[in-house]
């Protein structure tokens, strides 16, 4: 009986190690990905996925400009073709620098997608960005961070670096902002990659203004807490 059962749990075993590498945004199993900073210091990178957005794209830009803070953009490439004017206000960032980067062209679930199909995501969406923008992103994130062998192939084939997330707050949700800026004071700590939502990525003018009104508080409770803001390209061996 034993004998029966060892193989079956040996094989369940391999069926999580594979899953946990599709569906874990950080698990290395499908090539190198960026989870986080160096947790020594106080260091903290603020994301923005599933952009550009005309509900909250602008607001969250003059938040950021405001406070002279950067922040990564991981954009959508077929919203980057409806909204270009945002694009390029992303990456004009009134003063501060920040990073853009690509998020599929329709934000598939890249780990049931095959190598040709998981190319054109990145190419186009690639193309999107460089076409509306002028700049060449260098970073990019599988949205919900599902994976499969075929993924870091293609972004490296672009000399992308691939990014996951320390942590989410589910601000796409939608709670309130208040709850938004509690959840990021409470998960805070040095080195933290934050995900939050500048887009929907299944709806190209999806509300997102919660996180917009969210972000000065979160940036001031950060503060507050004694950590700075650093960019994504500090991170990028
Ligand atoms: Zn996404």
Redesign the pocket.
């Known amino acids: 009986m034993i004998g029966l059962l060892l193989p079956a749990v040996a094989g369940a075993a391999a069926v999580g190690t594979v899953a946990m590498g599709a569906y874990h945004p950080n698990s290395p199993l499908f090539g190198p990905v960026i989870g986080r900073g160096p947790p020594a210091g106080r260091r903290v990178y603020l994301t923005f996925?599933?952009g550009p957005n005309p509900t909250a794209t602008e607001a969250i830009l003059d938040a950021l400009a405001a406070a002279a803070v950067p922040a990564a953009f991981?954009m959508?490439g077929d919203h980057v073709r409806r909204f270009p004017a945002l694009a390029r206000r992303v990456a004009s960032g009134a003063g501060v620098r920040h990073e853009i980067g690509n998020?599929t062209e329709h934000?598939v679930k890249l780990h049931v997608a095959g190598p040709a199909r998981i190319r054109q995501e990145l190419e186009s969406a690639h193309r999107a960005i460089v076409d509306a923008t002028g700049r060449r992103p260098r970073v990019f994130r599988a949205?919900?961070g599902y994976r499969n062998p075929f993924v870091g192939r293609a972004a490296r084939r672009l000399g992308y670096r691939v990014f996951g997330w320390t942590f989410g707050v589910w601000d796409s949700d939608r709670p309130m902002p208040d709850e938004i800026r509690r959840r990021v004071r409470t998960k805070l700590r040095p080195g933290a990659i934050v995900l939050l939502?500048d887009g929907d990525?299944y709806d190209p003018a999806g509300d997102r203004r919660p996180t917009a009104h969210a972000l000065p508080g979160i940036i001031a409770d950060a503060r507050a807490l004694g950590y700075e803001f650093g960019s994504l390209t500090e991170l990028c061996p």
């Open positions: 996925d599933d991981f959508v998020h934000h949205p919900h939502h990525g």
